[in-house]
Nanobody, 123 residues
Framework: VQLQASGGGLVQAGGSLRLSCAAS????????MAWFRQAPGKEREFVAAISRGAASTDYADSVKGRFTISRDNAKNTVYLQMNSLKPEDTAVYYCAADRTVAIRRTPWEYEYWGQGTQVTVSS
């Protein structure tokens, strides 16, 4: 599967953005989908993940209550709605996919990656 992330940009603290990740190929609903982010000089970190049928989600503590992950299997797309953005949310955001059952938080367990989209939050 190929992934294409979009929707990043520059926003003021307290603002909102919605990221999208469009998947090509078949069987999108067979993949657990996740978002990760990487700030300069830091390791890639887990943000959120959603199960294949969207029944389960998982969030990093740092974004819980502010970010919402969702998916539309008919459109082969996963979304990340980001509200109440903070300067520390500034990073390149990546979507990832893996043909698995369980939601996972570790990046090396995801087989497919998008190219990343930059999110910059100004104070």
């Amino acid at each position: 599967v190929q992934l294409q992330a979009s929707g990043g940009g520059l926003v003021q603290a307290g603002g909102s953005l919605r990221l999208s990740c469009a998947a090509s190929g078949r069987s999108f609903s067979s993949y657990v989908m996740a978002w990760f982010r990487q700030a300069p000089g830091k390791e890639r970190e887990f943000v959120a993940a959603i199960s294949r049928g969207a029944a389960s989600t998982d969030y990093a503590d740092s974004v819980k209550g502010r970010f919402t992950i969702s998916r539309d299997n008919a459109k082969n797309t996963v979304y990340l709605q980001m509200n109440s953005l903070k300067p520390e949310d500034t990073a390149v955001y990546y979507c990832a996919a893996d043909r698995t059952v369980a939601i996972r938080r570790t990046p090396w367990e995801y087989e497919y990656w998008g190219q990343g989209t930059q999110v910059t939050v100004s104070s």
